[in-house]
């Protein structure tokens, strides 16, 4: 699980896709709980009823974080999260949709100030089981530079 | 908590600050599992120790996800949640940090294709207990206007 | 979210409602596993199925910390929970209810012993989507009296 | 687990006590989670420090719950659960306090309608580990009567 | 709930049958999250409708620990837990599914090196709601001697 | 994370070493929930502090499904759990140790009745920071032999 990626190793367009997660009542319960976020947009069945959705949608934050999660496999010691840019929910998210995430290397840039790292931005595109986007955000990450940590 | 605010009503400038919330050692493990993100930076208390940060870390999910939660205090049924730019993770969160975010309109705009609805930007800026920021992020809104909805 | 409110403020005969939630069986789980009540009657659907009510009924602790819970929206520096009267389970809840809460301000009293505060009785009304009463109590609140605070 | 008892077999003056139970940081985020009171009270140690109780403290429905819960060893089905009457909280419950419940049977009563049951009181006297009471309530409890069950 | 069991006290071949137990779709959320196991068997309902067993079916721990909690009713101080063997998986379970556990006292055997304890062995076999077994074990339990205990 | 790896791909001897894992109080409060096991040895530090192991205790099965959790890192569609055979709880595991799990194939063997496939013991030895051996078991996983599927 720990691998390690440096900057060079990064080929821009390499693509890879995750396990499946689908998310439960439960999840939605969970992360009301965890988020505080009790909107009736989520906990109220009843309403929802009433609103052009009809159900209980999931929570953006709960689709970003899960989206994210799917990724988590492989520890790079090399690698830094260093945040998201341009995360839009694209569609809703129903108790019962299976997710799962398509990453792909969209962008590689130096940094502007340090010269031994580099920035690796990967595009996530969270789809559900119909094969439709329902979130994206690029993800940043700082990675080292192979040739500075040799030198 | 229902409370109607048009595209109108948001001034630029204007600010609130959010209840606190201290983050704990149950939340990571709670988040961990929601996510399946289980790297040892957040679930490994051994190996942290002989990392630079020395400690246990939280989730970046975890941070936004609750940096977002405290503000959702007030339902408008006018507004819409639509993304978010320039997510940031300025400093690591540890266990046992009390957060609370700092929300600023910070922006206002037409919408391109709709004349109904603009676009508003609500700057968070997630500070710990010291008043350190932690997170950045700007959150995207698209909310209905007065003038249209009357007319 | 803070918000001061004194004795002298409160009006018996106020009213207000709560936001709703639905009831899930991850609560009847999450709530089985918080207190260590682990009764057939919300864990064995099975069983339920030979008894009257037929179904997994929610744990009444749960109806009443939900009900509770849901009325907890305004942090009122001046008041404290003293407890609860006259808390009766009228109607059996089962998964997938929803629930809101009828705040009605019904008795302010003097104390007997303190002259600075004053006893403020809240009449919760849970109830589910068809508007049936399933738990009632009445709150007991000790409020700073303004007078007395300014003197 | 199951253990039949007949209003008949309850006798005023009997009582037990149940198992321990630790209150841990954890059980507070998982009722937070659970009831949506995010109140700075339990949530919040920063805000904690400034005032009087100093520290965090478990929320009322929480140590009732665990209160409760403890005392649910025997399913009897002969007897159903009616309510609650002078549910007091006597002292603050913090982090790591652990509790048990003293029950014991204080009242038998007759049923003002029905002939076939009795009304049975359980006091619950909650205390903590240094043996001081930190919450009472009166448990009412519909019993079936052994004379009717078999005329 | 505590109760003194001595070796002396367990006789092969008695035999008690746990309350019941539904296994929630909740539970393997909960599951996945303790263990880090979100191998699409249990997590991901689009693939599982792929293969044979056409829908999530339970960990094999939850399984285990579900149906050796439900006979975790009385505490005997003569006794502790050793290890199991033989435990087997036989038939999927499924959400929804509902165990109970029977228990059998299957061998008695003094302990090798240690006089005053012997082996107490209690075969469990976890039964679903048509009677099927879908997990077995032989629980090793090490307990003390009555004989010795008062030598 | 899908790999295939077949019968005759394993080599007895072969070993690796999963990430690591701290057990926290929480995870202690979600398996008492998850199990009903609210045993006073992993639940009520008060009596712990009287008992010979001073402080609470993580549940065994606990201690098992995270060692077992550990290593489901790679899905291999080639193979299934079949059980577990002598599991063994070496010491105790306190709130706060880490653990992690040494995996090694330590035996291969035919299927007695069914010629396509094999079954592949592997040795789980699980330790906690100190490198102590804290549980051992061996899991017993059928997998399919190349050799058959091919022909």
Known sequence: MFQEIF???YQVGDSRTTLGRTITEADIVLHAGQTGDFFPHHMDAQ???TQDFGQRIVHGTLTFSVGVGLTAV?????????G??????IKPVF???TLHTVVTISEKK????????????????VQNQHGETVLVC???????KKAIQNG
Do not use: A, Q
């Not at 130096?110 to 595109?125: A, S, Y």
């Not at 690029?138 to 080292?144: A, C, E, G, Q």
């Open 74 to 82: 492989v520890v790079n010691p090399h690698g830094m999260s260093y």
């Open 95 to 97: 108790i019962g949709d």
């Open 138 to 144: 690029d993800h940043l990450l700082i990675v080292s």
């Open 84 to 89: 998201y840019d341009r995360l839009r929910f």
């Open 7 to 9: 900057y060079e190793d």
């Open 47 to 49: 309403w929802c009823e």
């Open 110 to 125: 130096d940094h502007k100030k340090r010269d031994n790292v580099g920035i690796v931005t990967e595009h996530l595109d």
